[in-house]
């Protein structure tokens, strides 16, 4: 870090402290939670001090606290509609601090006659600091789609999947995509909880919110997410529950889910579990390929190539199905005086997938499979105000092992139809193989937060990620191919000040990134082991300024690094080579956003855009190697990001409600000059990053109505429309103008119809996508499925 910067850092959270008036003879404080009768957290209610200023608003937790109160007897008093308004009295000493917890009860005449209006915990969340996105899955929880789908809908990000259910996907946030972008469940990295555990596999049945932060990534997170971070938010309240369903729809396809917890209230042991199972045979149609006709044949073989030639043609997929289970199962207790939650926990998942093609449509296979297994144990503790008031800790530990088993045994060419020839290597262009992999992990994430006042607070993060490589192949004599010790540490504090009354919110933050990676290396016909330290530091500021209570502006800056992950460094067995001397990536990220919304009557608004820009050094993009017909990833010395994104909501009561937004996105390479001493410049330099798409936009419709046929029902219609304007394949310096590759743009259209009856107990949906059977394109111009319908049935008691 330069030290000007440091300076200049340091003089302004020195500045920012000047709020601490009275910090030396701080006031006594009164806090507590406030839940229902059943002990669930109340959000949002308003508990204050009769006949004085003092007022406050309980967070998520339902905890509240009121500093700063001299001595006396008070009225304390808590609201919140919908519930019978509780007041008790207080009294308070001096150097002591007072502890008071409420339990309101339901108001059933007030919910009835009353409109209620408020911040829901998503609202709360766009109104952070940090540029974020919460999505409410709740609208999609009666159609089939997984996370993915439902992400893919959200303005600034993009997903682009290689095929069907279970296919590799390229996820991208403003522009910077792949392992740039970090996927979390409840501020836990999906990876360390099994392979199965993908956005394109969990339905979104097993979460109730997304968070997508695009850029600055808060520091509890604990992530090197340089591009943005994706925190999934399961179902944390302390009820009786179960949710289960079902979906059969085109290619053979079966999804189910199931999410069920169980509290015993005298005891508060908890017991959670979660699953899903996915299956499809992916024989979607391929429109326009390119088959051999003519020739000797035996059977599917072809003996003879005199007098074949390439036709197009329309085949159906002969080689992609895909089959993957999770289960999870999570003991427990809540609501103790030495922790609020204390859980234990073990997951195991399974998954096995043909290969239908390399890393592009040319490269078809048809006998190439791939299976892994993982399982996991987990441990995690949560306690707030843990000895003293105002701090909260959280404790996350697991143990697990990964592994895979890649097989590719047959010297054969693969067509379209499903002929072949033979040839002097294998499928994948390489000796038979029965690859297997297998990674044992051990991560542990501890987190504390110190909330000063009610204007000052810290929060600091510590994750340790250890990661053992080992890989090999059967049928070879020989040992490990690449043995190594991937070892990250990320070290995050956080200053977060509330200014102006809440109207100004500023949080500092600063981040250490290590890596250590230890490997093997055959040299002089022996592995010699080579450790490689990669130590780098960030920092930043998240800002929000509320000009009116609904109408606020953002700024967020940082210095940032993204370490390497471990298919980067050791390959994935399948369609990436190993690459261990790649350096890790560091960008400088700044954006500028607006949020406004306001209600009239029925009727609602919002509205929000912002403007981005990144400047990424020793960028890590894959490359394509036609002769080994996989990718590698490689570093590429500067590429620069700017771009801008909007979005409109609109709802009217529950009837109505529509959104639609768009992002502009240009990642340009940067290199002006290559690896050589050349003043010649590169061929690329100014040229768009090939495989991304640069405009894209999306709209949602939808409409329902309430108590159709019988009471406690409701019938919604959702109509969601994409488009993705045309892109570059390869680079758009080589070709000439008529033949430069590109991807052509794309418009889809998809529908659901649900109908939910006995108070959302029973729920029923039919779906289509690709409703006018469009050629669609994605990551490297594979095709995605044409027109499929699916039916959804799902149980959901609590």
Same mark, same amino acid.
């Given at each position: 870090m330069p030290r000007s910067l440091l300076?200049?850092?340091?003089?302004?959270?020195?500045?920012?402290?000047?709020?601490?008036?009275?910090?030396?003879?701080?006031?006594?404080?009164?806090?507590?939670?406030? !839940?229902?009768e059943s002990?669930?957290?109340?959000?949002?209610?308003?508990?204050?001090?009769?006949?004085?200023?003092?007022?406050?608003?309980?967070?998520?937790?339902?905890?509240?606290?009121?500093?700063?109160?001299?001595?006396?007897?008070?009225?304390?008093?808590?609201?919140?509609?919908?519930?019978?308004?509780?007041? #008790? @009295?207080?009294?308070?000493?001096?150097?002591? @601090?007072?502890?008071?917890?409420?339990?309101? !009860? &339901?108001?059933?005449?007030?919910?009835?006659?009353?409109?209620?209006?408020?911040?829901?915990?998503?609202?709360?969340?766009?109104?952070?600091?940090? @540029?974020?996105?919460?999505? #409410?899955?709740?609208?999609?929880?009666?159609t089939t789609a997984d996370l993915n789908q439902v992400l893919n809908r959200s303005a600034g990000v993009r997903i682009r999947e290689q095929g069907g259910l279970g296919s590799s996907f390229n996820f991208s946030i403003n522009g910077l995509s792949g392992k740039a972008v970090k996927y979390f469940i409840d501020g836990v990295p999906m990876e360390v909880m099994g392979s199965a555990m993908s956005l394109n596999n969990i339905p979104v049945n097993l979460s109730e919110r997304i968070e997508v932060y695009k850029g600055v990534v808060p520091v509890q997170l604990g992530s090197d997410a340089m591009g943005g971070a994706v925190n999934v938010i399961t179902n944390q309240k302390q009820t009786n529950y179960l949710d289960l369903s079902h979906s059969y729809g085109s290619f053979n396809t079966h999804r189910s889910a199931l999410t069920a917890q169980y509290v015993h209230k005298p005891t508060g042991i908890t017991v959670k579990a979660s699953g899903f199972f996915n299956y499809s045979d992916n024989n979607y149609k391929m429109k326009g390929v390119e088959i051999l006709e003519g020739g000797t044949r035996v059977g599917n073989q072809i003996t003879d190539l005199t007098g074949a030639n390439f036709v197009l043609t329309d085949v159906k997929r002969f080689h992609d199905h895909y089959r993957s289970g999770m289960g999870q199962v999570e003991v427990g207790i809540t609501n103790k005086s030495w922790a609020d939650v204390l859980y234990a926990g073990f997951g195991y998942s399974e998954s096995r997938q043909d290969q239908q093609t390399g890393f592009e449509q040319a490269i078809v296979y048809g006998n190439v499979q791939r299976k892994g297994k993982s399982s996991t144990g987990t441990l995690r503790y949560k306690?707030?105000?843990?000895?003293?008031?105002?701090?909260?800790?959280n404790l996350f530990a697991s143990l697990s092992t990964d592994k895979y088993l890649t097989a590719d045994t047959l010297l054969r060419q693969y067509y379209w139809d499903g002929s072949w020839t033979t040839k002097g290597a294998t499928e994948m262009g390489g000796i038979k193989s029965l690859s297997h992999i297998i990674r044992p992990r051990a991560f542990l994430r501890a987190n504390a937060?110190?909330?000063?006042?009610?204007?000052?607070?810290?929060?600091?993060?510590?994750?340790?990620?250890?990661?053992?490589? #080992?890989?090999?192949? &059967?049928?070879?004599?020989?040992?490990?191919d690449m043995p190594g010790i991937m070892t990250k540490q990320i070290l995050g504090l956080a200053y977060q000040q509330e200014l102006l009354d809440k109207r100004w919110t500023n949080t500092f933050f600063g981040k250490y990134y290590g890596l250590s990676l230890e490997r093997k290396k055959w040299i002089d016909n022996d592995y010699q082991v080579l450790t490689d330290k990669f130590p780098n530091y960030g920092y930043g500021v998240a800002s929000r300024y509320k000009i009116l209570p609904d109408l606020g502006v953002k700024l967020s800056v940082e210095h940032t690094f993204r370490l390497q992950e471990v298919e980067e460094v050791f390959g994935d067995g399948l369609n990436v080579?190993?690459?261990?001397?790649?350096?890790?990536?560091?960008?400088d990220n700044v954006n500028l956003g607006s949020y406004y919304g306001f209600r009239t009557g029925k009727h609602r608004f919002f509205a929000e855009a912002a403007g981005f820009y990144r400047n990424a050094s020793d960028f890590i993009y894959p490359v394509a190697d036609q002769r080994s017909k996989a990718l590698k990833n490689e570093n590429k010395s500067n590429v620069r990001v700017t771009g801008f994104e909007a979005e409109l909501r609109y709802d009217y009561a529950d009837l109505l409600s529509f959104n639609v937004n768009a992002t502009y996105q240009s990642a340009v390479n940067m290199t002006k000059f290559g690896s050589t001493a050349s003043n010649v410049p590169e061929a690329t330099y100014k040229n768009k990053i090939p495989n991304q798409p640069w405009f894209f936009g999306n709209a949602n419709f939808g409409i329902g109505k309430s108590d159709v046929f019988m009471k406690g029902s409701r019938l919604q219609f959702s109509w969601f429309t994409q488009y993705v304007h045309w892109f570059y394949l390869t680079w758009e310096a080589f070709g000439n103008v008529n033949g430069k590759s590109t991807i052509p743009s794309q418009l889809i259209h998809n529908a659901t119809l649900s109908y939910s009856f006995a108070d959302g107990r029973y729920n029923v949906s039919a779906e289509c996508r690709n409703l006018t059977d469009d050629l669609a394109y994605d990551n490297f111009r594979l095709q995605k499925p044409g027109r499929a319908f699916a039916l959804k049935l799902r149980y959901f008691i609590h």
């Open positions: 300076i200049r850092l340091f003089l302004l959270i020195t500045i920012s402290f000047n709020g601490f008036h009275g910090f030396a003879q701080k006031l006594p404080s009164v806090s507590g939670y406030v !839940k229902t002990g669930e957290a109340l959000p949002g209610v308003t508990v204050s001090i009769s006949k004085t200023p003092h007022g406050v608003t309980t967070d998520p937790n339902g905890f509240f606290e009121l500093p700063n109160v001299k001595s006396g007897t008070y009225t304390l008093q808590a609201t919140l509609m919908g519930y019978k308004t509780v007041s #008790e @009295t207080i009294s308070i000493q001096s150097g002591k @601090t007072a502890t008071f917890n409420f339990q309101l !009860k &339901e108001n059933q005449q007030n919910l009835n006659e009353v409109s209620v209006y408020g911040k829901t915990e998503t609202q709360a969340v766009k109104e952070q600091a940090f @540029t974020v996105n919460a999505i #409410e899955t709740k609208q999609f929880q009666n306690k707030n105000n843990l000895l003293v008031n105002g701090l909260d800790v937060s110190y909330t000063l006042n009610e204007k000052h607070s810290f929060n600091l993060n510590y994750t340790i990620d250890r990661l053992k490589n #080992e890989n090999y192949n &059967e049928l070879l004599v020989s040992g490990d080579q190993p690459n261990p001397d790649l350096k890790p990536e560091r960008s």
